[in-house]
T-cell receptor, first 113, second 115 residues
């Protein structure tokens, strides 16, 4: 079955710098890759997603890239701000997993002032 | 307001005392799911439901039961809770499971402690 690995587990960056979180997946049939953000004490919320027929997607300061050959996808946050501090989860789904999302273990992003 | 609600939000109980965590959504979603969140392990799926009366096991179903008698409700039942079920539980719903562009909406979470 699908396995999603996420790195790093903790990332500390200076405010204003960029942050990159990477995920790898094992199932070549995976075709949907969302990213969720969970602020402290809150519920996870979708921030961006990408389908397997697209290589990159941007939404203001966040972007996601997908490399199907290498089976990895990444979340990029530019010009980081204090409100970006949170835990970020990647996930993948495919028809083989009955469309269930398989989640990475999460990355705690710390923005240093 | 479109939302997923869970009750209770916090619960401290003792080993073996049956409990139910309720989950309700008002978005007419077909799909609902239960996750547990533990430090360093991310979100692990317990059970999911593709539609009314259709449920299936996720990755960590042992010790849990669910039912889906109505579209809006998906309760999680712990028949005989044990300390290893101490965790943060999230219910989620979406129009369809895991399809591209279909967002999962999460409830506020239930923090369960089993002594």
């Amino acid at each position: 079955g699908e396995n999603v690995e996420q790195h790093p587990s903790t990332l500390s960056v200076q405010e204003g710098d960029s942050a990159v979180i990477k995920c790898t997946y094992s199932d070549s049939a995976s075709n949907y890759f969302p990213w969720y953000k969970q602020e402290l004490g809150k519920r996870p919320q979708l921030i961006i997603d990408i389908r397997s027929n697209v290589g990159e997607k941007k939404d203001q300061r966040i972007a996601v890239t997908l490399n199907k050959t290498a089976k990895h996808f990444s979340l990029h946050i530019t010009e980081t701000q204090p409100e970006d501090s949170a835990v970020y989860f990647c996930a993948a789904s495919s028809t083989d997993s009955n469309y269930q999302l398989i989640w990475g273990a999460g990355t705690k992003l710390i923005i240093k002032p | 307001e479109a939302q997923v609600t869970q009750n209770p939000r916090y619960l401290i109980t003792v080993t073996g005392k049956k409990l139910t965590v309720t989950c309700s959504q008002n978005m007419n979603h077909e799909y609902m799911s239960w996750y547990r969140q533990d430090p360093g392990l991310g979100l692990r799926q317990i059970y999911y439901s593709m539609n009314v009366e259709v449920t299936d096991k996720g990755d960590v179903p042992e010790g849990y039961k669910v039912s889906r008698k109505e579209k809006r409700n998906f309760p999680l039942i712990l028949e005989s809770p044990s300390p290893n079920q101490t965790s943060l539980y999230f219910c989620a719903s979406s129009l369809f499971p895991g399809l591209a562009g279909v967002e999962q909406f999460f409830g506020p979470g239930t923090r369960l402690t089993v002594l």
